[in-house]
C-alpha cells in the first residue's frame, strides 16, 4: 500500500480522527487511508466502533471499508476511495456546486435516504449514525453518495430504536433539539440531520453561519418563512433557477421541513421518507422547525446546557434557542 507515506500531496481531508490520505494498492485500485492523529479527540472507541458497524454493512450509499491495520499507536482505517471528495467541498463552493444540477442534487438526497433506511430498518444491525452532516457524504466518480464516519454511530438490538446518553455527540446545526437538550437520541435524530442536508443541498447554504439579512432566521427558519409565504423556491439555489422542475425542489424542501420539526414523533421515518421521495403523493403540511434563530453566546451562557470545547471537526453539542 502506497500513501507516499503520507505525504501531504496526497491529503484527502481532515477530521476529528485525523488526516485522511490517497493511497495505491498494489493491484492498482486506489483507496482512501484514515490515519488517527495523536492529537485527535476522537480515540481508540471510535476507531473500534467504526470498524464493528461498517464492517458488516454493505449498501451501494455506505463507504465500504476494505481494511484497518494498527502500526504502533496509530490506528489506520482504508475505504474504497471517492473521487469527488465529501459532498461539503463541492455544494457550498460557488464554483465547484456548478456541476450539481438539479438531477444531481435529488440523486444524493435519494441516495442519503436510501442509505439512512438501510441502517434503520434493512440492515443486520439497527445503526443509528449520530453525526450525519455534508462532510460525511462521500461522493463517488459519478456524484453518487455514500455515507461515511461511523466513528460516533450506535447500534441497537433488533426491538430497539431509541436510547439516552449524558454524552451529547454530533455536530452543530445538525443535532435534533431531544438529543441536544435532553440527550435522547433515535432514528428520529437522524431524521432532523437528514432533513437539514435536505435544505442545505437545495439552498447550497449552510445552516450553521446562515443568516438572512432581515431576520434572525438561519436556514430553517429561513426555510420555514419562506414556507409560510408561498415563497419556497426562492430557497433554491440560483444555479437552479428557471430548471423547469419546480414541483420536485419544492417537494424536497418540503420533505427536509417535515424531517426538520420539533417533535421527533411528527417526523417521518426514513422509510417515509423514501417513499415520499420515490411518487408523488399529497404530504402533511409541516408544523414549525425545531431551530429558527442562532442564539449569541451570551445568551447561549444563561442556558442549562453548554457546547463543550470546540473540536477540530466541529463534534460538539448544538444549543439553539427554539421559539
Known amino acids: 500500500m502506497s500513501t507516499n507515506n503520507f505525504s501531504i500531496a496526497n491529503k484527502l481531508g481532515q477530521g476529528g480522527f485525523g488526516i485522511v490520505y490517497k493511497g495505491v494498492l498494489e493491484d492498482g485500485r486506489e483507496i482512501a487511508v484514515k490515519r488517527l492523529s495523536k492529537f485527535s479527540r476522537q480515540g481508540l472507541d471510535e476507531f473500534k466502533n467504526e470498524v464493528r458497524c461498517i464492517a458488516k454493512l454493505q ?12 502500526q504502533g499507536d496509530e490506528p489506520m482505517l482504508i475505504y474504497e476511495y471517492m473521487a469527488n471528495k465529501s459532498l461539503d467541498l463541492t455544494i457550498f ?23 439512512l433506511l438501510y441502517l434503520h430498518q434493512d440492515s443486520p444491525l ?56 435532553h440527550g435522547h437520541f433515535s432514528v428520529k435524530s437522524d431524521v432532523f440531520s437528514f432533513g437539514v442536508l435536505v435544505l442545505e443541498i437545495v439552498s447550497g447554504k449552510k445552516n450553521r453561519g446562515f443568516s438572512d439579512e432581515k431576520q434572525r432566521d438561519n436556514l430553517l427558519g429561513h426555510a420555514w418563512r419562506l414556507y409560510k409565504e408561498n415563497k419556497s423556491l426562492e430557497l433554491a439555489s440560483s444555479q437552479l433557477r428557471d430548471v423547469h422542475i419546480d414541483s420536485e425542489i419544492l417537494r424536497s424542501i418540503h420533505i427536509g421541513l417535515l424531517c426538520v420539526q420539533n417533535d421527533a414523533r411528527d417526523r417521518p421515518t426514513m422509510s417515509s421518507v423514501v417513499a415520499m421521495l420515490d411518487r408523488e403523493s ?27 470545547h470546540n473540536s477540530v471537526n466541529n463534534v460538539t453539542i448544538t444549543v439553539l434557542n427554539a421559539r
Open 93 to 115: 463552493d460557488v464554483s465547484r456546486s456548478s456541476v450539481l444540477d438539479w438531477p444531481k442534487r435529488f440523486n444524493i438526497i435519494h441516495g442519503i435516504a436510501r442509505g
Open 282 to 308: 399529497t404530504l402533511p403540511p409541516p408544523k414549525q422547525p425545531a431551530f429558527v434563530t442562532e442564539v449569541s453566546s451570551r445568551e447561549a451562557s444563561a442556558l442549562s446546557l453548554m457546547p463543550p
Open 126 to 181: 439497527r445503526v443509528i449514525h449520530r453525526d450525519l452532516k455534508a462532510a460525511n457524504v462521500l461522493l463517488d466518480n459519478d456524484m453518487n453518495p455514500k455515507i461515511s464516519d461511523f466513528g460516533l454511530a450506535r447500534r441497537f438490538k433488533g426491538y430497539e430504536t431509541e436510547a439516552n446518553t449524558n454524552k451529547v455527540v454530533g455536530t452543530y446545526g445538525y443535532i435534533a433539539p431531544e438529543y441536544a437538550v
Open 59 to 70: 449498501h451501494r450509499n455506505l463507504v465500504k471499508l476494505l481494511g484497518y491495520c494498527i
